[in-house]
């Protein structure tokens, strides 16, 4: 069936680090990807997206890149800030073939930035 | 800006006492989700509704219920609370049609059951 691993937690880094989660996906069909945040007592929240391959999704920095032939939807961002504390969420939609729309969700890396 | 709803952030309820958790989105999606959310888990599927009236259980619909009478608004029923049902409980809806099918959540339900 369809499923996420990404890497597991929790990540420690100083602020200005450059950050990598990885995330990798099984699914059939064309399937879109996401990421997602939460940040301390809050609900999660869409960081960015991409519905085929090779799209690049990006927002507040962060970036990610649809890799179909490694099946990999790495988040990454240049330099992070304290702000950035918060659990990610890699998750993955079959895009044909369904029409509930379910996401798969990986565990969830947490990440804290230290100043 | 879509807005998703819940209605308690947090709740504290005895073993055994029926338990309801309350759902509303303002976007008229067709598509409506519960999960639960515990340390090391992630996010797990409960139940999920495509349509008014409609359900299909989740990954863990043991010991759960659901009711969906209007579009809007999709409930969680603890029949029976018991103290391994002590979590954070999100709901979440989307749109049924497009490619995208991105979820919209709602900020949580932290329940104790004691």
């Known amino acids: 069936g369809d499923s996420v691993t990404q890497m597991e937690g929790p990540v420690t880094l100083s602020e200005e680090a450059f950050l990598t989660i990885n995330c990798t996906y099984t699914?059939?069909?064309?399937?879109?990807l996401f990421w997602y945040v939460q940040y301390p007592g809050e609900g999660l929240q869409l960081l960015l997206k991409a519905t085929k391959a090779d799209d690049k999704g990006s927002n507040k920095g962060f970036e990610a890149t649809y890799r179909k032939e490694t099946t990999s939807f790495h988040l990454e961002k240049g330099s992070v800030q304290v702000s950035d504390s918060a659990v990610y969420f890699c998750?993955?939609?079959?895009?044909?073939?369904?029409?509930?729309?379910?996401?798969?969700f990986g565990r969830g890396t947490q990440l804290t930035v230290w100043p | 800006d879509v807005k998703v709803t819940q209605s308690s952030r947090y709740l504290v309820k005895r073993t055994g006492e029926k338990v309801f958790l309350e759902c509303v989105q303002d976007m008229d999606h067709e598509n409506m989700f519960w999960y639960r959310q515990d340390p090391g888990l992630g996010l797990r599927l409960i139940y999920f509704?495509?349509?008014?009236?409609?359900?299909e259980k989740g990954d863990i619909p043991e010991g759960y219920s659901v009711s969906r009478e209007k579009k809007e608004r999709f409930s969680l029923i603890l029949e029976s609370a018991s103290t391994n049902q002590t979590s954070m409980y999100l709901c979440a809806s989307s749109l049924n049609a497009g490619w995208a099918y991105e979820q919209y959540f709602g900020p949580g339900t932290r329940l104790t059951v004691t």
């Open positions: 998750a993955v939609v079959r895009s044909r073939g369904s029409t509930l729309g379910r996401l798969y």
């Open positions: 699914a059939t069909g064309y399937p879109s």
């Open positions: 509704s495509y349509d008014v009236k409609m359900k």
